[in-house]
């Protein structure tokens, strides 16, 4: 994994600007502290610093494609997991000097053109510079792991990994819009498909790729999840997953540096790691395994309707079941109050609050014993995990499921720009496209066209939100974090299962759960789904009350976007409003507007 960024214009030299370049390197140092590089002609800029996985020595980017063909240039931010079969093919065309991914997805370009992607397994942002014909391409992955920001500015285009990157550019503005403040007061964490929050910044779409060239840029989807019919047995079907799911991982677990797991004692984690030990008893090695907790919460914790149980009690009994080397991280409350302001850095923009800090946390005390880990994140999304799939009063309410807060938000809008945003219809309306969006057969039933549509909403905005987090604050500490579930062939297959299947035993992820039965303890193949550990400490609470307080009591750019009143309301708790689902509460919404003027501060962002 990488960062990448670079400009492509025709009205001037690129070479003059090196200064900048550099900036915007020094930017992406963080995912990338292993090795760097900068290639610059007249019309393009391309930056790259890389986390060395595979062919340490030979993967160095930018890297170059002189040929009959022309002169390509890629930086690329990924891994491909499907290597070897393409490399193979291209092999009847082309010599080969590394070993490296990258070389195979600048030669794949260079072979298929723009239709390569069609091609590729894998999670990646990559753009390829060629030289000859005055264009660069762009495209990411299918499901949308890696990010790609962009900007058109007139005279060219610019781009990078993270928004903090592009912000380095003197061409982009530190500044945000009644579209912006929409975004992050009605819909943050999360963000509409394609909107960078930044004035004039966007996002490159989940299998979205396209050419920019003198007549500016032109983008199309190369992938979209496909309605068919599908008619196997709930046997078959389980037999399916099962091998889908064990090639994800298997392939996922190839790397020249050692790999370890996530594990929650969940479903999703505790079936990688058993899956990942497996493998890696048959080359004599040793799976590491890794679980976060709270100081505290073996006295604060409380159940709930959402989180019925504490995590330890499992994560000691798959440790114990699949005989791995396992390590604790336990935060306080003082070290997660003070990474909230790390973990804006780390995402570029306010985010999940102390869901986001004690990840940034966990992954920096992961590094210190290896650069690539395996993550459970979307199965729940692709096999119906969630609360609002499985309650038919919510899976029915016409809204986002997690969010059905708009009336809430919209009372911390600052007065000066609440009578300019139709909260409702702004809110209403995104969701409505995305739903709209899902492609459907006739012969569906009301319930699976629903849940074809619940599909859609989760994989275009939840799932985004979550894989957004995952990649910052890994890579924040140079950490690789890579997602099997997030194997598209996986997306593709689960999005035409009935309900029926995928509800067995009337139990959330019940396909998965008895697909994968024989890798699994009965205790944790059978848990009930908790959701990523919270502090239940109440000094966490009255900490970031108190920081939020300090910050009101001066003057903050906070209030150009923020009711005073509201946040003053917030402060005295009299509000118990569920501001992102379950992983966002009172709590996690004080921290929220701490993170937020902490990014206006940290970035000089102003209202326009």
Known sequence: MCGI??????????????????????????????????????????????????????????????????????????????????????????????????????????????RCVERFNGIYAFAIYDQQARRVFLARDRIGVKPLFYAETGDKLIFASELPALLEHPDIPHEIDLNGAAELILMAPGRSPGCGVIRGVKELLPGQCGFYTEKGLRLWKYWELRAYELNESFEQTAEHVRSLVLDSIRRQLVSDVPVCTFLSGGLDSSLISSVAASEMKKEGKLLHTFSVDYQGNDKYFTKSHFQPDSDPEYIRCMAEYLGTEHHWTVIGVPELVDALDDAVDARGLPGMADVDASLLIFCREIK???????????????????????????????????????????????????????????VYSAYRRTADSAEKLPGDSDTDGRMREMTRLNTDWFMQTLLDRKDRMSMYSGLEVRVPFCDHRIAEYMYNVKWEYKDWKGREKGLLREAMKEWLPEKVLWRKKSPYPKTHDPAFLAAVT???????????????????????????????????????????????????????????????
């Open 5 to 114: 960024a670079g400009a492509i214009g025709f009205d001037g030299d690129m070479r003059g600007d090196m200064r900048i370049y550099e900036q915007m390197q020094r930017a992406l140092l963080r995912r990338g502290p292993d090795q760097r590089g900068i290639v610059m002609t007249r019309e393009a800029a391309l930056i790259h610093t890389r986390l060395a996985v595979i062919d340490i020595e030979g993967g160095r980017q930018p890297m170059t494609y002189a040929g009959a063909e022309g002169t390509f240039i890629i930086v690329y931010n990924g891994e491909l997991y499907n290597t070897g079969e393409l490399r193979t093919e291209l092999e009847k065309d082309f010599a080969f000097d590394t070993r490296s991914d990258t070389e195979v997805v600048l030669k794949s370009f260079v072979k298929w053109g723009e």
């Open 368 to 426: 210190k014993y290896g650069t690539v880990a395996i993550s459970g994140e979307c199965a729940d999304e692709l096999f119906g995990g969630y609360p609002w799939y499985r309650d038919e009063d919510i899976r029915m309410t016409d809204g986002f499921p997690w969010a059905q807060s708009t009336a809430y938000r919209k009372t911390f809008l600052a007065p000066d720009i609440a009578e300019y945003i139709d909260a409702e219809d702004y």
């Open 546 to 608: 108190e920081k939020l307080g300090g910050i009101l009591s001066e003057d903050t750019p906070l209030t150009q976007l923020v009711s005073r009143e509201a946040v003053g309301r917030l402060l005295r708790h009299e509000d118990h409003v569920q501001w992102y689902g379950q992983l966002m509460n009172l709590p996690q919404t004080i921290a929220f507007f701490i993170q937020l003027d902490s990014w206006m501060k940290r970035f000089g962002i102003r209202l326009v």
